[in-house]
DNA sequence: CTTGCTGCAAAGGTTTTGCATTGTT
DNA sequence: AACAATGCAAAACCTTTGCAGCAAG
């Protein structure tokens, strides 16, 4: 099996991912780690979050026309607002076995799911209230 | 309320993406519909699949590193072969109660939910399989 | 001295946008 | 005449890749 080195780019990387839960792109992770220790080029960040993604030690996500990094490994949901695009978590352990109880394993068999929800926040949805008021339809 | 005509292109993406389950890509859907009917743009297939999908007539999903269309509203999952790419449909009428059950309303209003199951379909099973007895690791 | 990782720059792929033109209402 | 929709080309965007240099094993 392929060893790879433990560099202070990618120990920067997963130490930030793992202090945030907001889902940052790749743009955000490298703007992050920047600021915070070390000067990083985008193309070590990319390289690294999918290293870090194909060993399963992070979580890589399709939302809102691109890709997300999560570093919560526990089985959970994305909620995400259409209004402002912020995504939230919401435990479900369940979940897994309500989405695969329908397959036939003899047709396909099941390795993870990935479950969004999209609506909106309550942030969102009481601006739209407060917009009403002003401005009624 | 915006008016809109209905021009020859559009009702040949709606019919062409009416007429499968595969979850063509917009350059598949413009190969179709160029080839079937009409010289058409691509550029006009991704506005025509924008408006279709901001209408609710039509689901955009993101899949496989891009957009798949997609013409069936009934509520389904999306069993995606992480070894070919292929995508096959679940019907699963109870998933979305499943998936909102845990959502405090008060914090998020659920609007509706995408269920992707990624894993092997049978035919990439069975090559494996083959693949392992050919070649034994 | 072999091999993994980095930075930089270039390339690749997908989706959107600007603009002139066409076609309906 | 007003306005939606089209085609074309360019732009914008995000992600990956090639390559030379560096550093760790």
Redesign the pocket.
């Given at each position: 099996m392929?060893?790879?080195?433990?560099?202070?780019?990618?120990e920067a990387i997963l130490a930030y991912l793992q202090s945030v839960h907001t889902h940052p792109?790749?743009?955000e992770v490298h703007a992050a780690v920047s600021r915070k220790l070390?000067?990083?080029?985008?193309?070590?960040v990319?390289?690294?979050?999918?290293?870090l993604a194909e060993r399963g030690i992070i979580h890589r996500h399709q939302i809102g026309?691109?890709?997300r990094y999560d570093a919560d490994l526990a089985a959970h949901e994305h909620c995400v607002c259409t209004s402002c695009g912020g995504i939230y978590d919401v435990p479900a352990e369940d979940i897994e076995a309500a989405a695969t109880r329908h397959i036939d394993r003899k047709r396909f068999v099941p390795d993870h799911v990935e479950v969004t929800v999209y609506g909106v926040c309550a942030k969102c949805d009481h601006d739209t209230d407060t917009i009403r008021k002003v401005k009624p339809t």
């Open positions: 392929a060893s790879t080195r433990n560099t202070p780019q990618r792109t790749a743009e070390l000067s990083i080029a985008l193309a070590t990319y390289r690294n979050l999918n290293l026309g691109g890709y």
